[in-house]
């Protein structure tokens, strides 16, 4: 497979790449907690960016990355013995050499580590294995006699195995003079402590639902009904992007409406929701099912807990979650059984259960569970 055909590990398809994404959405103390280290002086060799899945973390990665290779490192002794004014911002300018080399991603200073290409199975490697360290270890190395400042973004992090971990963990220990590391993790718990030890955090809030949208639309996607969409999204560009191309507020719609059946449930609506997750090619399709049943159910235990779940997300899904969900009992059953079928749900699919029979068993649990909770 040509090089141009292999697909990239951290793009989200329908979205611009985080290196050609210009403008970071809601970010704004990130951002500008790493330039106060910077102006002070008092740039870290490792930064962790943390977050929930979708927020930015890659974005603001690369703008790191472009900022530092892109601005010269000796910020006195300006034209006439000026001082050049402290930057205020981590954009570049697009025509910089630096940012159109990024663009191309044929910037020699920068190294992305991330999940390689397996020629032998013909497709992406499930982790980040330590012979893609190695190959950054190569990079450090042959790029040390060019001088100047160079960038490592590991996207994301999470994602090395154990001993990729610990040959990253070596580097970060002995970091090589002019060399920024930048860590992308979504559970930062999940990394070696170590790792941790050997980062300043910086941590990306999760979006507002204006955030969201400015976010989106940056994106370059359209949708009808932005509030849904956030609502469903949780906050997570990556996320409301996905669910936009797998249409996905239309999915929670049909989800809402087959339980609004209950007590006496639709059985063959039921059968044609499962029989869309079955069909070949349609793994995207059930993972977003199997997330959108886990949402439902963590709506309708919020909803018993606080007596409402916040915006709707499909139209009469207020209504819905009031009737099965109506106090502090029902929404401490429904999270119960969000629990429950959570840990059921990643048990089937790592087993590869047949696609139709998982999601038709979450539906008929919790069809169930409303009945022993209303008897």
């Known amino acids: 497979m040509s090089a141009e055909a292999i697909p990239e590990p951290d793009r989200v398809e329908g979205a611009p790449h985080p ?91 920068l190294f992305v580590l991330r999940r390689a290409w397996d020629d032998e199975r013909k497709r992406l490697k499930s982790v980040i294995t330590v012979d893609e360290v190695r190959r950054l270890g190569s990079f450090l190395h042959l790029s040390a006699a060019d001088g100047g400042r160079r960038a490592v973004i590991v996207d994301p992090a999470d994602e090395m195995n154990p001993q990729a971990a610990n040959a990253l963990l070596k580097m970060l220990e002995e970091p090589p003079q002019g060399v920024t590391f930048l860590l992308v993790s979504h559970a930062p718990s999940r990394l070696l402590p170590t790792i941790r030890s050997r980062c300043r955090e910086l941590r990306l809030a999760t979006l507002s639902p204006a955030d969201l949208s400015a976010a989106i639309a940056a994106a370059g996607v359209e949708d009808a009904d932005g509030t849904a969409l956030a609502v469903l999204a949780g906050g997570s560009v990556g996320e409301a992007i996905r669910l936009a191309n797998l249409d996905g507020l239309a999915t929670y719609a049909a989800i809402t409406g087959l339980f609004a059946t209950l007590p006496r449930l639709d059985r063959p609506q039921a059968l044609r929701l499962a029989d869309s997750a079955a069909q070949r090619g349609a793994e995207d399709r059930l993972d977003l099912l199997l997330a959108l049943l886990d949402l439902f159910l963590a709506r309708l235990a919020r909803a018993g807990a606080l007596g409402h779940a916040g915006p709707e997300a499909a139209p009469g899904e207020a209504a819905l979650l009031s009737r099965l969900a109506p106090d502090a009992t029902a929404g401490r059953r429904w999270a119960a059984l969000h629990q429950g079928l959570g840990a059921r749900a990643r048990h089937g699919r790592a087993v590869n259960l047949d696609p139709g029979a998982l999601i038709l068993d979450m539906v008929l649990k919790i069809a169930e569970a409303q009945r022993d909770g209303a008897g």
């Open 19 to 109: 290196r050609e994404t210009r403008r970071l959405v809601g970010q704004g103390a990130a951002e500008a907690a790493f330039l106060d280290a910077y102006r002070a002086g008092r740039l870290h060799h490792a930064w962790l960016l943390t977050g929930p899945l979708g927020v930015g973390k890659a974005t603001l990665a690369w703008r790191i990355a472009g900022f530092l290779l892109a601005t010269p490192e000796d910020r006195g002794g300006g034209l006439f013995g000026a001082t050049p004014a402290a930057p205020q911002s981590l954009d570049i300018d697009p025509n910089h050499p630096v940012a159109r080399r990024i663009h191309a991603g044929s910037e020699g200073r």
